[in-house]
């Protein structure tokens, strides 16, 4: 069956050091790959969005990977600040109609000063 | 910077009661989407709807539901006898291409007694 698992539920880390967030999937071929931010009672907020042919993408202190092959993106957010603190999803685009869109269940992230 | 109007923001009903959920997406994209979340859950896809059609949908997204954009600003859920089960935030999305970022409103927070 599909599944997608992100590395963790939470995730703490000190500021100023670079936090790395995995997800995983099997039995998927997503043609995009994107991650998305939520705060605590609100909706997610886009990230970056990467394609299957594409090996990263950045922007400003994130960057994400994509390995079609190992089937997993890698999230990076750098010199990590308590303002990056909160839950970050990763969600599969198949690409082809008739399928959905599918979020992961989040790693909760918290960056300690 | 425009964004996701959704109303209202915390909605309470009776099992068996029928609910509308609104949404003004952005105005000039074209895909729009609801999504639910219960409590401490992942994000879930519920439906998908591009030139006044629905082009995805999910298992979740049954009888019960349907949805409809009755004007050319908003995009509604509609749930025709709701059960304790449906009791989560329900947000909207809506973007400008089919497989781009997703601009999610804020939530409804639906509460089924």
């Known amino acids: 069956s599909q599944k997608i698992e992100q590395n963790s539920e939470a995730l703490n880390i000190q500021e100023g050091k670079t936090a790395t967030l995995t997800c995983n999937y099997t039995?998927?071929?997503?043609?995009?790959l994107q991650w998305y931010r939520q705060d605590p009672g609100r909706g997610p907020v886009f990230l970056l969005l990467i394609r299957e042919n594409e090996k990263e993408k950045r922007k400003e202190r994130l960057k994400v990977t994509f390995d079609t092959t190992l089937k997993q993106s890698l999230f990076h957010i750098t010199a990590s600040q308590p303002a990056d603190s909160a839950t970050y999803l990763c969600a599969l685009d198949p690409g082809d109609y008739g399928q959905n869109f599918v979020f992961g269940p989040g790693t909760r992230l918290s960056v300690l000063p | 910077e425009p964004e996701v109007t959704q109303t209202p923001s915390h909605q309470v009903t009776q099992m068996g009661q029928e609910v509308i959920l609104r949404c003004v997406p952005i105005s000039n994209h074209l895909y729009f989407y609801w999504y639910r979340q219960i409590l401490g859950q992942k994000v879930e896809f519920l439906v998908s709807f591009y030139n006044n059609e629905i082009s995805e949908k999910s298992e979740i997204f049954d009888d019960q539901f349907s949805v409809e954009r009755p004007d050319g600003s908003n995009f509604t859920l509609k749930i025709r006898s709701t059960k304790l089960e449906d009791s989560a935030m329900y947000f909207c999305?809506?973007?400008?291409?089919?497989?781009?970022?997703?601009?999610f409103g804020p939530g409804t927070r639906l509460t089924v007694t």
């Open positions: 999305a809506s973007s400008e291409r089919r497989r781009g970022e997703q601009y």
């Open positions: 039995n998927y071929s997503p043609a995009y």
